[in-house]
């Protein structure tokens, strides 16, 4: 698939979801771009639904909205907040580290650069691109397990891994769709283009897609 083609294709894409939802973090940043907030929600939703994941965040950003104000708040109480996000144990401890980080390292204020926010324990790069892309407007591409098997199953790119599709959208993907990517892939994957046996015949750009990797689908 080239770049003449991939336009539809997310122009289809991009309509499908915005007659669904978008995904919680976008939904966040159309109301308010809050890097810090985008920065915790995103940590706390690592494996665990936007149903869980939106509660958890205002029930956490309604006790403290700031890293200070987070650090001055017990673990079990960030603990309580956030559960039962998965792995609430391990992201409560994550969330304080990255605070003690951002008020130490920072001042309070979330790096506006990947390579800074990589610096961040228990902060990846598709954490770091969403921060830069919906917390500050940046430039980045932010890949998942999402958007690494739509890509690979549209033909569009062909790689290993979400690390490995990122760097391959960045040489390929025209920039005017790298902020809107993540968003619209993420959302159609979570409900169309399944990892196993994907919607195919409720597809709308399945006239478009290779089906790379296909074996079933419905």
């Known amino acids: 698939m080239n770049n003449t083609v991939i336009a539809p294709v997310l122009e289809l894409i991009k309509g499908y979801v915005q007659a669904h939802r978008l995904p919680l973090v976008a939904e966040m940043a159309q109301v308010r771009r809050d890097p810090f907030r985008i920065l915790i929600s995103t940590i706390i939703s690592l494996r665990t639904k936007d149903e869980v994941t939106g509660p958890a965040t205002e029930r956490l950003f309604a006790l403290a909205a700031t890293p200070d104000d987070m650090l001055g708040l017990p673990e079990d109480v960030v603990m309580e907040a956030i559960y ?87 040489d390929k993907l025209p920039e005017e769709h790298w902020e809107t990517y993540n968003t619209y892939l993420v959302a159609f994957g979570r409900d169309i283009c399944r990892p196993l046996s994907p919607l195919c015949s409720r597809c709308c750009v399945s006239h478009y897609c290779e089906r790379v990797g296909v074996i079933r689908s419905r």
């Open 84 to 170: 039962p996000a998965g792995f609430y144990r391990n992201k409560t401890r994550t969330i304080r580290h990255v605070c003690r980080e951002l008020v130490t390292r920072y001042d309070g204020r979330v790096p506006d650069s990947i390579d800074e926010l990589l610096t961040l324990k228990g902060v990846g790069r598709k954490t770091a691109n969403l921060v830069v892309i919906l917390g500050y407007g940046g430039r980045g591409i932010c890949v998942d397990i999402h958007v690494h098997r739509i890509s690979n199953r549209l033909g569009y790119v062909a790689t290993k891994s979400p690390d490995e599709t990122e760097w391959a959208l960045r």
